[in-house]
């Protein structure tokens, strides 16, 4: 099927966050990770018709669940998962906090790439937790890992948050990137939390390597889902996979003292929808975002002395570096806000207030006028 992603759809009165939000409502929002297109037809569809039935009672995990996250990542990504290996929760974030509780010490360090997604940084820090902060180097425009950084960041660290694809950079972590990871862990007795939400929306041609699939021993957790590839992330689901038969206790004892593993009808129903019936929507939507990144970077060459956006390999999170506009990120975005009545995240709560972070998973004509906007901004500055 064909989906039509220049369509724009009225959200404003839909309680959403991106735009109902106070901050947001009279401008054009670009920030938090939602997109503004429709979810596939069989998404809808499925869930259509568990609305129409009219029942939402407690769910339970059905077979068909682990098929759909076994057969996709079997088929997309080459990965064989272990039927017994899946745990399905309530979201990674709040799993997250159980996996940390798990498998860190009070006092203990967890460690993180800077920047990093926003909750990497507050998760380990509400648990107690000390963050060992790991700065990832930009390299024109394009960051790479600073491997000396990495071996002192991880040598006292009871676990390493890795994102791959990482949030807020963009950077689809090549094999041999995954395979310096693993071995650096292993060398410390790190155990590795993977986080790979973004993986099904590495750019058109870019492979996602799993981590699982390059790591040597099973001292890992890998957590995934589809709510972020499908824009499905007000029905939170996730699925973690945890190949030690040990750590999978451990993990299981945790998501039940937290109550993360209840996991609600309509989220199970898209999950397997999205899986199991709309690749088809996602590969048409990573092509789309994919041009309204080109787009972007062609946009930004007018302003290259003060704006630079990350040579990215996915996500739809575009990293932009701000250079000589005397701004901060925090000032720069208020000041987008409230001259300009636009919406963007300042690099600020990811580590980093030299850059700002704009969300491109919307119709065309959004980017276009967004951009419009933040080049009213900038030209007085050139
Ligand atoms: C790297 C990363 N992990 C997790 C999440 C959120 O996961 P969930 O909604 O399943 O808690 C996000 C949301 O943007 C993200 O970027």
């Known amino acids: 099927m064909k989906y039509d992603f220049d369509e724009i759809i009225p959200r404003r009165g839909t ?170 862990c292993r060398r410390y007795g790190v155990f590795v939390v993977a986080d790979e939400i973004h993986a099904p929306l590495a750019f058109p041609g870019i492979d996602y390597t799993p981590y699982a699939t390059v790591a040597e021993g099973d001292n890992y957790c890998v957590c995934t889902s589809s709510t972020k590839a499908f824009n499905t992330a007000g029905l939170p689901i996730s699925n973690i996979i945890v190949p030690n038969r040990d750590i999978r206790e451990r993990l299981k004892e945790h998501i039940e003292m937290n109550r993360v593993g209840d996991v609600g009808p309509l989220a199970l129903e898209t999950l397997m929808a999205a899986y199991d019936e709309s690749e088809d929507w996602l590969d048409q939507a990573r092509e789309y975002i994919h041009d309204n990144y080109l787009y972007l970077c062609y946009w930004a060459e007018q302003y290259k002395s003060l704006v630079q956006p990350m040579r990215m390999e996915g996500t739809y999170l575009v990293w932009m570096k701000i250079a000589d506009t005397g701004m901060d990120a925090t000032t720069l975005t208020e000041r987008l806000r409230e001259e300009q009545k636009l919406m963007i995240n300042a690099g600020k709560m990811y580590g980093d207030d030299r850059y700002v972070r704009i969300n491109i998973a919307c119709p065309r004509k959004i980017v276009e006028e967004a951009l419009l906007r933040f080049g009213n901004f900038l030209d007085p500055l050139l």
């Not at 790991?134 to 890795?162: P, V």
């Not at 994102?163 to 071995?183: A, F, K, M, Y």
Request: charged letters at 25%; proline letters at 5%; hydrophobic letters at 40%.
């Open 15 to 184: 309680k959403s966050i991106k735009w109902d939000n106070d901050n947001a409502r009279d401008c054009l929002p670009l920030w938090v990770a939602d997109m503004d297109f429709r979810v596939s037809r069989p998404i809808l569809d499925a869930l259509q018709k568990r609305v129409n039935h009219g029942l939402m009672g407690y769910a339970y995990k059905p077979e068909e669940y682990y098929e759909s996250v076994i057969n996709w990542y079997r088929r997309r990504h080459g990965w064989t998962i272990d039927r017994e290996h899946i745990l399905c929760t309530a979201g990674i974030i709040p799993t997250l906090s159980a996996i940390i509780q798990a498998m860190s010490k009070e006092g203990g360090q967890v460690a993180i790439h800077v920047p990093s997604y926003n909750c990497f940084f507050e998760s380990p820090v509400n648990a107690h937790r000390i963050l060992s902060r790991i700065n990832l180097l930009n390299m024109d425009n394009h960051y790479e890992i600073d491997w000396q950084a990495m071996e002192e960041g991880l040598q006292a660290a009871d676990m390493f948050i890795l994102c791959n694809p990482h949030n807020p950079t963009g950077r689809v972590w090549t094999r041999d990137e995954l395979q310096g990871i693993d071995r650096l």
